[in-house]
């Protein structure tokens, strides 16, 4: 990888094509030029990155024609292709894509501030979770590559493809994230058009020929612009029939919105979130403080997994914000590539002003920044400012911030507090701080019915990619991990016969000549 000193300047890209029908078309109408907050002059400005498409409806719903002709109402070479086959795509172009590592990790850095080694480590972990899908499918088939008799009826059963998927992927995770949805609804056979978020769009661009040159035509199509300009008319044609998004539900919910027969729309959404922190009195606080740092300040809170409110019980209150206060005003602020770098520009040019919006709410309704350098502001950045006492009537306690702001809440009555959890329109994770069974037992009995991952004495986190990702109520809906991620982007479909020497005599000849992709007993070793 380059060094620190080269990467503080970047080669503008400017996007001019899209990828439909496995061609890289020219795009000649008007562009959009991507700019990053983090400035590379003395003074103060914005950096112009490039430009990238701003396509229109006219040539979304052409590649939507595009879409779905390759899946040919599940009549396309794509769907009906062989798995191993689709394997041996999926394998080439991972093996292209980890060519891209260098160029793609700057382009990280620049558009979105993530630090270098946490865009590395995205990079890296895209790329396993693509060998580790690659693998989980192969297993899948083997699994299926056999023939099951009940009442005299021979069945054999596998997983089939969905139709046409529309990807929508987020700015904080967009790779990682983005081909959680994207690659697993590829393999299964689907079609898909994807479209990258506003923020970390560029960096789909040194990927581009690698998937034109990896799959058959139309299998992926990839689209810029704007929402309601070119994802908005596909839905609206209802020849969408899966709608993969990670983003916030007000985005989703319009999208549905769209699609004219929602009965046969899919989804697979995951969502915000208002992960809390739970601190009883005998947490070891060294261990609590820390994994609270990270887990409300990794990538500036820009997470959807990550802690968004802070419950301290009474007992450990003052000494947790104490210590904590003055952990948070000890975190390194600086640009991506720098040396010990915990806080980095924020992408979006009006989130220092939002969250500032959050602190003086909170402050009119009785809260105070308990660390010093909470709230200081530059041209791209507002320092992390920790807030108590913070109640239900502030903003803070009820938005989801995403961005460098801790709300803490301090409680006395547990039972209180998972009534609060109960009522929330949240449910994804939670941290629980303490040591005593008898005390976490009940509590980690209840928390997991009131969201899908209860992190113990640990930050909550979407990793390791194996591990079910997912969430209640308005926080997600499916679920995502390497394993679940390919059931949700297929549906179980099979070939059933009774069981009599005619028609066991013409499955014998289907399994021998290897006429049929689907009816077929072969190991994929």
């Not at 060998?131 to 099951?148: G, P, V």
């Not at 983005?178 to 506003?198: C, D, E, Q, R, W």
């Not at 920790?386 to 803490?408: A, D, N, S, W």
């Not at 409680?411 to 976490?440: C, H, M, P, R, W």
Request: with cysteine.
């Amino acid at each position: 990888m380059n060094n620190p000193s080269e990467l503080r300047s970047i080669e503008q890209l400017h996007q001019k094509t899209y990828l439909a029908n496995g061609e890289l078309i020219a795009w000649t109408g008007k562009t959009d030029n991507v700019y990053s907050t983090i400035s590379s002059t003395p003074e103060y400005k914005p950096t112009l990155l490039g430009s990238i498409p701003h396509m229109d409806e006219a040539a979304a719903m052409n590649v939507l024609d595009v879409a779905c002709k390759a899946y040919g109402k599940g009549q396309g070479s794509w769907p009906t292709m062989k798995v191993s086959d689709r394997v041996a795509c999926m394998d080439k172009f991972v093996a292209k894509m980890s060519t891209k590592r260098e160029e793609v990790v700057e382009l990280l850095m620049w558009e979105i501030g993530k630090s270098l080694g946490d865009s590395q480590k995205e990079f890296d972990r895209t790329v396993e979770y693509i060998n580790d899908t690659i693998e989980d499918y192969k297993q899948l088939d083997r699994n299926s590559a056999k023939f099951s008799k009940r009442d005299g009826v021979n069945a054999h059963i596998r997983r089939g493809p969905l139709g046409v998927v529309l990807c929508l992927g987020p700015y904080n995770y967009p790779l990682n994230e983005t081909f959680a949805l994207l690659i697993p609804a590829l393999i299964m056979g689907n079609t898909v058009i994807f479209k990258p978020a506003k923020h970390g769009v560029l960096l789909i661009s040194p990927l581009l020929e690698a998937f034109r040159d990896s799959f058959p035509k139309g299998a992926v199509n990839i689209i810029y612009g704007r929402g309601r300009e070119v994802a908005a008319p596909i839905m609206a044609s209802g020849r969408i029939d899966v709608l993969a998004l990670i983003g916030n539900s007000k985005s989703a919910i319009a999208l549905q919105d769209q699609h004219p027969h929602k009965n046969r729309l899919r989804l697979v959404l995951g969502l915000e979130a208002k992960n809390p922190a739970i601190i009883l009195p005998d947490a070891d606080l060294d261990l609590t403080i820390e994994e609270c740092l990270s887990g409300t300040l990794s990538f500036n809170g820009q997470r959807c997994t990550a802690l968004k409110i802070v419950y301290v019980h009474e007992a450990v209150r003052e000494e947790f914000s104490k210590r904590f206060a003055k952990r948070v005003d000890e975190l390194k602020f600086g640009n991506p590539w720098e040396t010990g770098v915990k806080l980095t520009p924020l992408p979006e040019a009006d989130k220092p002003q939002y969250i500032q919006e959050l602190i003086d709410d909170a402050q009119e309704k009785g809260a105070k920044i308990l660390n010093e350098k909470g709230g200081n502001t530059t041209d791209n950045f507002i320092f992390p400012a920790v807030m108590f006492p913070v109640t239900q009537e502030m903003r803070i306690y009820k938005e989801e911030q995403f961005g460098p702001v801790i709300p803490v809440k301090e409680f006395t009555d547990i039972q209180e507090l998972l009534n609060e959890i109960a009522d929330s329109n949240y449910g994804q994770q939670v941290s629980l701080f303490g040591s005593d069974i008898k005390e976490l037992a009940p509590l980690i009995d209840t928390l997991v019915n009131l969201v899908c991952r209860v992190n113990l004495n640990s930050a909550c986190q979407r990793g390791p990619d194996v591990f079910p990702f997912t969430g209640r109520k308005d926080s997600a809906v499916g679920t995502l991990s390497v394993h679940d991620a390919l059931r949700s982007f297929s549906i179980r479909t099979f070939v059933a016969s009774k069981d009599n020497a005619y028609n066991n005599e013409i499955l014998k000849k289907l399994l021998e000549t290897k006429t049929s992709n689907f009816v077929s007993t072969d190991y994929i070793l």
